[in-house]
């Protein structure tokens, strides 16, 4: 492991930002929030299954409603939250009902998950060694919304366990047939997670992957120079692979998946401050999205102002002197020169990429555009934003730092040839 020096620094890292996490949920929200609210009625369960352990299973297997029971009816309504605290209720019952212990345990997960992927990241590509570190060992805001006793902390625990495997497979690290069991397992619960409690995530992931391994394939058996017509044959293929899907099931079907961001959105926005909101036209209403007879259309017309608002919003003129805001924006500023000097290191560095990383560096980009847009539709507000972009703002600061990094690696030898010279 390259990065094995980093290991008490990667998980001392994510536990002191746990700590702060709960923390500031404290001060921010009063013990409000998800985090808290999580942690009440987890709770409740736990109790449940030490004092009336038939209710419980009932509860945790067959979502069988029980009045008596101090779950709040908004929980009860909300699957994916009734997902998460009856997975939470696991890990409690053996942490003794705290929810700092959890937190901790919580946070634990995420390092370990995120230093693996780290780790793989610069086996595979060793001139990113700082940008893997940098990203997903210590950048501030990463290591707090990964952290803590939070679904971000799951779900990236499983995320990245699972990108590592698939990498390490693909790039021959380590053998598919010795460790299938542990990789299909691992494979299989990340989709599960993922299906309960963060659809978005998963219908962005899933057809990148097969996009990904079916251009692969078809790029081996077909030759293509073109940089331009391989990213187009990925798009294509992304498409080819999610439009049969669609037809499976009435759940999948594009009509019903607006539908579901439509509400998720208008729910948030009834909930959040104007300032603290993206605003998108809806031929031309602002605010709420109507669905009616123009569902697709008004998806593609505000998609590009979603995109770039999940992206680098809120800017340091749309903060009002709000502490936290002016800590996104700061972040966001940052994120944008990287994406300004990445793309000028991008030109200058030699090209001559095979198949399989130009075909990785794709397949990263669209699902960054795809899952980002349908984030910022669903949760327009920009404190909810920032923390359920975890999924991919990772992945896509290091793909800028990484070639700004390698950039500045290749000049520096230069420099020292002529030196020498």
């Given at each position: 492991?390259?990065?094995?020096?980093?290991?008490?620094?990667?998980?001392?890292?994510?536990?002191?930002?746990?700590?702060?996490?709960?923390?500031?949920?404290?001060?921010?929200?009063?013990?409000?929030?998800?985090?808290?609210?999580?942690?009440?009625?987890?709770?409740?369960?736990?109790?449940?299954?030490?004092?009336?352990?038939?209710?419980?299973?009932?509860?945790?297997?067959?979502?069988?409603?029980?009045?008596?029971?101090?779950?709040?009816?908004?929980?009860?309504?909300?699957?994916?939250?009734?997902?998460?605290?009856?997975?939470?209720?696991?890990?409690?019952?053996?942490?003794?009902?705290?929810?700092?212990?959890?937190?901790?345990?919580?946070?634990?997960?995420?390092?370990?998950?995120?230093?693996?992927?780290?780790?793989?990241?610069?086996?595979?590509?060793?001139?990113?060694?700082?940008?893997?570190?940098?990203?997903?060992?210590?950048?501030?805001?990463?290591?707090?919304?990964?952290?803590?006793?939070?679904?971000?902390?799951?779900?990236?625990?499983?995320?990245?366990?699972?990108?590592?495997?698939?990498?390490?497979?693909?790039?021959?690290?380590?053998?598919?047939?010795?460790?299938?069991?542990?990789?299909?397992?691992?494979?299989?619960?990340?989709?599960?997670?993922?299906?309960?409690?963060?659809?978005?995530?998963?219908?962005?992931?899933?057809?990148?992957?097969?996009?990904?391994?079916?251009?692969?394939?078809?790029?081996?058996?077909?030759?293509?120079?073109?940089?331009?017509?391989?990213?187009?044959?990925?798009?294509?293929?992304?498409?080819?692979?999610?439009?049969?899907?669609?037809?499976?099931?009435?759940?999948?079907?594009?009509?019903?998946?607006?539908?579901?961001?439509?509400?998720?959105?208008?729910?948030?926005?009834?909930?959040?401050?104007?300032?603290?909101?993206?605003?998108?036209?809806?031929?031309?209403?602002?605010?709420?999205?109507?669905?009616?007879?123009?569902?697709?259309?008004?998806?593609?017309?505000?998609?590009?102002?979603?995109?770039?608002?999940?992206?680098?919003?809120?800017?340091?003129?749309?903060?009002?002197?709000?502490?936290?805001?002016?800590?996104?924006?700061?972040?966001?500023?940052?994120?944008?020169?990287?994406?300004?000097?990445?793309?000028?290191?991008?030109?200058?560095?030699?090209?001559?990429?095979?198949?399989?990383?130009?075909?990785?560096?794709?397949?990263?980009?669209?699902?960054?555009?795809?899952?980002?847009?349908?984030?910022?539709?669903?949760?327009?507000?920009?404190?909810?934003?920032?923390?359920?972009?975890?999924?991919?703002?990772?992945?896509?600061?290091?793909?800028?730092?990484?070639?700004?990094?390698?950039?500045?690696?290749?000049k520096y030898v230069l420099w020292n040839k002529n030196i020498d010279k």
């Open positions: 492991m390259p990065l094995i020096k980093w290991w008490y620094f990667a998980v001392f890292t994510k536990i002191i930002f746990g700590v702060f996490y709960g923390i500031l949920y404290i001060k921010v929200y009063g013990s409000g929030g998800d985090t808290f609210l999580y942690f009440q009625e987890v709770s409740v369960l736990v109790n449940l299954a030490y004092n009336d352990f038939e209710s419980f299973w009932k509860i945790f297997w067959y979502n069988e409603y029980n009045p008596y029971i101090n779950i709040s009816a908004a929980t009860w309504k909300q699957e994916r939250v009734l997902v998460t605290i009856k997975f939470l209720s696991l890990l409690q019952t053996l942490t003794l009902n705290d929810y700092w212990i959890q937190g901790f345990y919580l946070s634990f997960v995420s390092a370990w998950a995120m230093w693996k992927l780290a780790n793989t990241l610069v086996q595979i590509f060793p001139k990113t060694y700082f940008s893997s570190i940098l990203v997903f060992l210590a950048f501030p805001s990463i290591q707090l919304w990964s952290s803590g006793y939070t679904k971000e902390s799951i779900t990236m625990f499983f995320l990245c366990f699972s990108l590592a495997y698939f990498l390490q497979i693909y790039f021959g690290i380590i053998s598919f047939k010795k460790y299938f069991l542990k990789i299909i397992f691992v494979w299989i619960l990340t989709i599960i997670w993922l299906f309960l409690v963060k659809f978005y995530y998963l219908a962005a992931l899933l057809p990148t992957i097969f996009a990904f391994i079916l251009c692969d394939w078809i790029l081996i058996k077909i030759q293509i120079k073109s940089y331009i017509l391989k990213a187009l044959l990925f798009v294509i293929v992304w498409f080819m692979v999610v439009l049969p899907t669609t037809q499976l099931h009435n759940t999948l079907k594009i009509n019903y998946f607006l539908l579901a961001l439509s509400y998720n959105h208008n729910s948030t926005y009834i909930h959040s401050h104007p300032q603290d909101l993206i605003h998108y036209s809806i031929y031309p209403v602002q605010g709420f999205v109507s669905l009616e007879g123009k569902s697709v259309m008004s998806f593609l017309y505000n998609a590009p102002i979603a995109f770039f608002s999940a992206c680098f919003r809120p800017f340091l003129w749309e903060t009002y002197n709000q502490k936290l805001k002016i800590l996104m924006a700061l972040e966001n500023t940052f994120f944008l020169i990287s994406v300004i000097i990445g793309i000028f290191c991008l030109l200058k560095v030699k090209k001559n990429i095979e198949n399989k990383y130009f075909l990785l560096s794709i397949s990263l980009i669209w699902y960054s555009i795809i899952l980002l847009t349908i984030l910022a539709f669903a949760s327009p507000n920009f404190g909810g934003l920032m923390r359920y972009r975890i999924a991919v703002y990772p992945f896509l600061l290091y793909f800028f730092l990484s070639w700004i990094e390698k950039y500045y690696r290749e």
